[in-house]
């Protein structure tokens, strides 16, 4: 019994040594592997300057292939002038690259846009690289055939980003891209940036991002829509007077149609209007305005109405959003019905005629103007959604939570119904600040002074 106690003994000393052996080993195996992991480096690795990074993506469609892809590429080389064409033959693919200041444009014909970059990296030095893409540009001509191959083809890709902004160029999107240029910046994706924010001090037009824009695509509440953009050529030059004025009196600029000369050749106005993946119509500059405040996306803008009592004079307000809008949505005998109240304030900004509007018997003249001119750009804009199928407005929204369940919601098919909805819509607005002067007095000519 001692020997096979002994034995025993010897047996547990030893697989306990190899136990604590093994438990001080795996830390240092552990350390080994790191350490060789760290070894190999990073061998698939590319710096900075083995790239070329695009800013903005222009789509059209294509004339020895599907499409045309535009891509704008800084120089990394300070600011030149000049030109540089690249071609690349082949079957169906065509590369042109077009220099101009400190970025280069490059256009390739091609079925899909990687397609294109495999292209393209066949006559560049660098790898194109889309991480940084700011804006993709989708000309109006494809958009009015469909946009859904185009968004495929791209929002599958690791590099595109969703943040990116959705565009739709009136004429050709390649040329739109060109124009592109910075004019106040030296760096392009500044430019980018802050042309996209114009829209929180403007309401201009409409800014979408590429994932906002596949949601609404995809969704069964709204219909999509997004900024609507133009080269602008105008020269300053007489035009029919009549016609520019009434277009001055309705707030109702459209893409490329504003009288603006020098400055950057291109801009933004507007809205894009779709029925599915295809472009069905837009909104003015006021159109677009009155969307973004039922979208709650509104934030501040001019506004300028005829004087209420002086027709060819003119009174500008720098109106903001009081409140959230209230809507509600409701389905009576199988038709929506909709109310929509918006809360204003407003600073006035601009008074052309000697009217004291500063007083308490005066100013709700104005405010009814204002309130009377927002009204019926709304009611306006809504039947023109309606008539176009398109619920912008996001109406789907309220309107779902009348349905129990999300299949009977489907059933439904609510953009197929929002052209049968009654909507019947409120504004109050409100004159909070009459800017620095607190009293309009008339001009006292000579003899009105004697007297």
Same mark, same amino acid.
């Given at each position: 019994?001692?020997t096979?106690?002994?034995?025993?003994?010897?047996?547990?000393r030893?697989?306990?040594?190899?136990?604590?052996?093994?438990?001080?080993?795996?830390?240092?195996?552990?350390?080994?592997?790191?350490?060789?992991?760290?070894?190999?480096?990073c061998?698939?690795?590319?710096?900075?300057?083995?790239?070329?990074?695009?800013?903005?993506?222009?789509?059209?469609?294509?004339?020895?292939?599907?499409?045309?892809?535009?891509?704008?590429?800084?120089?990394?080389?300070?600011?030149?002038?000049?030109?540089?064409?690249?071609?690349?033959?082949?079957?169906?693919?065509?590369?042109?690259?077009?220099?101009?200041?400190?970025?280069?444009?490059?256009?390739?014909?091609?079925?899909?846009?990687?397609?294109g970059?495999?292209?393209?990296?066949?006559?560049?030095? !660098?790898?194109?690289?889309?991480?940084? @893409?700011?804006?993709?540009? %989708?000309?109006?001509?494809? /958009?009015? +055939?469909?946009v859904? $191959?185009?968004?495929?083809?791209i929002?599958?890709?690791?590099e595109?980003?969703?943040?990116?902004?959705?565009?739709?160029?009136?004429g050709?999107?390649?040329?739109?891209?060109?124009?592109?240029?910075?004019?106040?910046?030296?760096?392009?994706?500044?430019?980018?940036?802050?042309?996209?924010?114009?829209?929180?001090?403007?309401?201009?037009?409409?800014?979408?991002?590429?994932?906002c824009?596949?949601?609404?695509?995809?969704?069964?509440?709204?219909?999509?829509?997004?900024?609507?953009?133009?080269?602008?050529?105008?020269?300053?030059?007489?035009?029919?007077?009549?016609?520019?004025?009434?277009? !001055?009196?309705?707030?109702?600029?459209? @893409?490329?149609?504003?009288? %603006?000369s020098?400055?950057? /050749?291109? +801009?933004?106005?507007? $809205?894009?209007?779709?029925?599915?993946?295809?472009?069905v119509?837009?909104?003015?500059?006021?159109?677009?305005?009155?969307?973004?405040?039922?979208?709650?996306?509104?934030?501040?803008?001019?506004?300028?109405?005829?004087?209420?009592?002086?027709e060819?004079?003119?009174?500008?307000?720098?109106?903001?959003?009081?409140?959230?809008p209230?809507i509600?949505?409701?389905?009576?005998?199988?038709?929506?019905?909709?109310?929509?109240?918006?809360?204003?304030?407003?600073?006035?900004?601009?008074?052309?005629?000697?009217?004291?509007?500063?007083?308490?018997?005066?100013?709700?003249?104005?405010?009814?103007?204002?309130?009377?001119?927002?009204?019926?750009?709304?009611?306006?804009? %809504?039947?023109?959604?309606? /008539?176009?199928?398109?619920?912008?407005?996001?109406?789907?929204t309220?309107?779902?939570?009348?349905?129990?369940?999300?299949?009977?919601?489907?059933?439904?098919?609510?953009?197929?119904?929002?052209?049968?909805?009654?909507?019947?819509?409120?504004?109050?607005?409100?004159?909070?600040?009459?800017?620095?002067?607190?009293?309009?007095?008339?001009?006292?000519?000579?003899?009105?002074?004697?007297?």
């Open positions: 019994m001692g096979a106690d002994q034995k025993r003994r010897v047996q547990s030893a697989c306990a040594g190899a136990l604590y052996l093994l438990t001080k080993a795996i830390p240092v195996l552990l350390a080994c592997c790191l350490a060789c992991a760290s070894l190999c480096a061998y698939d690795a590319k710096e900075i300057d083995n790239w070329a990074y695009v800013y903005a993506i222009g789509v059209d469609k294509g004339v020895a292939d599907a499409f045309r892809f535009t891509v704008q590429i800084p120089t990394a080389k300070g600011s030149q002038s000049g030109s540089n064409d690249h071609t690349a033959s082949g079957s169906q693919n065509t590369s042109v690259g077009t220099q101009k200041e400190n970025f280069v444009v490059i256009t390739v014909d091609c079925p899909t846009l990687y397609a970059v495999n292209m393209v990296n066949t006559s560049v030095s !660098r790898t194109l690289n889309y991480m940084h @893409a700011k804006i993709v540009v %989708i000309s109006e001509e494809l /958009a009015k +055939e469909g859904s $191959t185009v968004i495929n083809s929002r599958r890709a690791r595109i980003r969703r943040t990116m902004h959705m565009v739709v160029a009136k050709e999107a390649s040329k739109f891209i060109k124009e592109f240029s910075p004019m106040l910046e030296a760096s392009i994706p500044k430019v980018q940036e802050s042309m996209m924010d114009q829209e929180k001090g403007t309401g201009l037009f409409d800014e979408i991002t590429l994932g824009f596949i949601n609404d695509l995809k969704s069964t509440k709204s219909q999509p829509s997004c900024a609507l953009a133009a080269l602008n050529h105008y020269t300053g030059e007489k035009t029919d007077a009549l016609a520019l004025k009434q277009v !001055r009196e309705s707030g109702d600029y459209y @893409a490329g149609e504003a009288p %603006i020098g400055g950057n /050749a291109f +801009e933004f106005l507007g $809205t894009a209007l779709f029925n599915g993946d295809k472009m119509g837009e909104l003015g500059a006021d159109e677009t305005r009155v969307m973004l405040m039922v979208k709650n996306d509104f934030q501040t803008g001019a506004i300028t109405i005829q004087d209420p009592t002086y060819d004079l003119f009174v500008t307000a720098m109106v903001m959003v009081h409140r959230s209230e509600k949505a409701s389905i009576v005998d199988g038709k929506p019905v909709i109310r929509v109240r918006l809360y204003l304030e407003a600073d006035l900004v601009s008074l052309q005629s000697d009217v004291n509007y500063e007083t308490e018997s005066l100013k709700p003249i104005l405010e009814e103007a204002f309130r009377s001119y927002l009204t019926e750009k709304l009611d306006h804009t %809504i039947s023109k959604c309606q /008539a176009l199928d398109c619920d912008a407005f996001g109406f789907g309220k309107a779902a939570r009348n349905f129990p369940t999300i299949q009977s919601w489907e059933d439904y098919n609510w953009n197929t119904h929002f052209k049968e909805a009654q909507v019947t819509t409120d504004i109050e607005f409100t004159l909070r600040r009459m800017g620095t002067v607190m009293r309009t007095n008339p001009v006292k000519t000579v003899e009105e002074q004697d007297e």
